[in-house]
């Protein structure tokens, strides 16, 4: 089983930042996949960020040059740290993660609790 805590969340002002953490504890699985997304009120949850265990990164437009997403393998952490924060950046974000069960690769998705960001202006 794969557990996911995230932390860092809270209030900044516009031209703020924050970073979030996710952090992935358990065992028998090998993470491939870890992802930021947000649910701001009455909109549908999108991706943020995300990235792969090799590295490659992808970003919403709205986030391009403001958001960085990065990863400690050896802790099976990743990161979100968001810079010059906008009001329109207020959301639930959530951590996302693939990975496989071991020895049989089965492909598991997990979600984490969600951790607050409000950007007031």
């Known amino acids: 089983q794969v557990q996911l805590v995230e932390s860092g969340g809270g209030l900044v002002q516009a031209g703020g930042s924050l970073r979030l953490s996710c952090a992935a504890s358990g065992s028998g699985f090998s993470i491939y996949r870890m992802d930021w997304y947000r649910q701001a009120p009455g909109k549908q949850r999108e991706l943020v960020a995300a990235q792969t265990s090799i590295g490659i990164r992808n970003y919403a437009d709205s986030v391009k040059g403001r958001f960085t997403i990065s990863r400690d393998n050896a802790k099976n952490a990743v990161y979100l740290q968001m810079d010059s924060l906008k009001p329109e950046d207020t959301a639930v974000y959530f951590c996302?993660?693939?990975?496989?069960?071991?020895?049989?690769?089965?492909?598991?998705?997990?979600w984490g609790q969600g951790t607050l960001v409000t950007v007031s202006s």
């Open positions: 996302n993660v693939g990975a496989l069960v071991v020895p049989d690769n089965k492909a598991l998705e997990v």
